[in-house]
């Protein structure tokens, strides 16, 4: 038993006395997305009647899940926390850096001799501090935890955009950076902006080809990449009961393909076979005994447009299977209409690759489904035409599916299956010819298809559908074929046509597996090593950034004024830089290289004010560190915008920066900025962005009175000996102040312990 009975118990008992008391406080029904927040606030606030999509509010989620690209630097922040244990049941999982070549196990091999001292980090530190760990060829994060440790009403945070599939067994599941991760496993509270709810009303009941991916894939195109942005979509209606579990969990998880907080589906009897399938029965009991509050009120569904901001309806009786794409996942194309599109727009109508499984479709429902089609192929005299690849989820779905046989059909029609793990889906994929960067077609039934993403090649184009149109797509090597109406001509020289894929939800001899490739974390944490080599250049131990001096800050020296928009990729670019994600001092080598210096328009182009040179930014910065001396970078509106990743605020902190000043931030970054201890300042007058010049020393005035809306002051101390005194604004509280004092939020939490 790997999930913790009692925490769900205690996520009950608050379940059943918030669920009435803010009904009674908002005086009208609620919805299911209302009932789970208000159960998970922080402190039970009597009065909160939170504006949607306005309000920001502190919650208190039951867990934390990591996957190993992220959990680096999150857990090295969470060893300067001071905690011997995690304050809440988090769990990491290694499926992001094994790379696909040749299947499952050579595949596993090599990931293990190349991420060796990675995954020798993340066990001995989980171990420490009593986090389960998930072995390399374990699964993938969200299969796992979907198996294991979901459960209806819960809340979860994950170090990952694809968390919300939890919200396939009714859990609101939202994706966060590290940082947000490290706090509440430090036992800190976490914030976010109370939603905005779509409701989306499910009737009918799928057939044929159709399946619970068609849904969201039908849904992405009617709210597009940015239809969902600070919003909870909630499913509901008789459609969404006659949905398994896990095709529940497919439709939460492309939930963030439209931007989606996150997804999800009220508790019902699907929920209850899949509890049981995967040996929670007692969690399924517990369930049961509090189901009204684990689906929204039934007014609420009878009138949804008087209580959801966005009603949207589905009838999955006359649903078609989609294809989406190329290049963005909200391009929905009904299968029927599909070819032609394929003819009219010159996309390459050879299918290379055909790609099942990845969390978003590996359930052994997905594998039956799409196996029940490669089966009577082969029975049928015929093979795929494309290459075809299949990613189980975990070892769990992996070992039963082998038993039941659906293997052998992939393989029989010249499938191969790669390892349990994210491979082609997140890039790491070393396709044979990829860098010729030729246009070319590939299907595949994972979530999210731009350029690039797969196979690094910007001609590849990648589209999406469910794992029994993907492999019917691959048996005909061809896009324009459609499973619905068109015939194959076998090795025989037959006409053959491709039935209705058929599946089963939950194995019926149960779920089977030799060894899950977890690791209970050891009771007694104080004794383990955490193991780092001091020579790594791939992992470093964080040192505690010092404490504010005490004073007002004098002669800064400007390293950058930005010009126009500077989202985290600009300060912390991606790429070859991720294998730096647990190296701080390596990874800050790119601190700002992708934004456009004001002074010259160009890109890691700064004077060095010490000896008048342009060098590139991290270098100069660096400059200004060995000589004792801090530094402020200037930036333009929305400064910080995009993915919440910490690093970005990590590595000028890391590197001497004192103070961030821009026009406006994007709120993730600036208080990512706040956490490390740095000042994160606005412009009081935007106009004074131009009073900024290149060769300035600025002192940050009014500091030993920094208290919460008070603005203070700026010097800008000009080269030519003039002066310009600025007002700046912060939106800093008492807390946040002393984090500042502190020199970063853990210094804070460390002190305290
Ligand atoms: S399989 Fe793909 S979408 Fe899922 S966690 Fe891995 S990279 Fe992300």
Redesign the pocket.
Known sequence: MLFDLELIEETYKRLSTRVPEARDLLGRPLTLTEKILYAHLWNKQESLKPERGVTYVDFAPDRVAM?DATAQMALLQFMQAGRARTTVPSTVHC??LIQARAGAQTDLNQALDKNQEVYDFLASVSEKYGIGFWKPGAG???QVVLEHYAFPGGMMIGT???TPNAGGLGMIAIGVGGADACDVMAGLPWELKFPRIIGVRLTGKLNGWASAKDVILKVAGILTVKGGTDHILEYFGEGAQSLSATGKSTICNMGAEIGATTSLFGFDAAMVEYLHGTQREKVAGEAERIQEHLTGDPEVYASPEAYFDQVIEINLSELEPHVNGPFTPDLAWPLSQFAEAVEKNGWPARLEVGLIG???NSSYEDITRAASVARQASQKNLKVKSAFTITPGSEMVRYTVERDGYLDDFGTIGGVVLANA?GP??GQWARAGSEDQKPNSIITS???NFAKRNDGNPNTHAFVASPEVVTALSIAGDLRFNPLKDSLTNERGEEVRLDEPSGIPLPVRGFDVEDYGYQVPSPQGESVVVKIDPASQRLQLLDPFPAWEGIDLHGLLLLIKVKGKCTTDHISMAGPWLKYRGHLDNISNNLLIGAINFANGQANHVKNQLNGKYGEVPAVQRAYKSAGLGSIVVGDENYGEGSSREHAAMEPRHLGVRVILVKSFARIHETNLKKQGMLALTFANAADYEKVQEDDRIDVLGLTSFRPGQPLHLMLNHSDGSHDEIQVNHTYNETQIDWFRAGAALNMIRQSI
């Open positions: 996957q499926d992001h993938i994060i969200h990952d955009s694809h990845s969390c978003t994210c889906c997140i994972f979530n999210r």
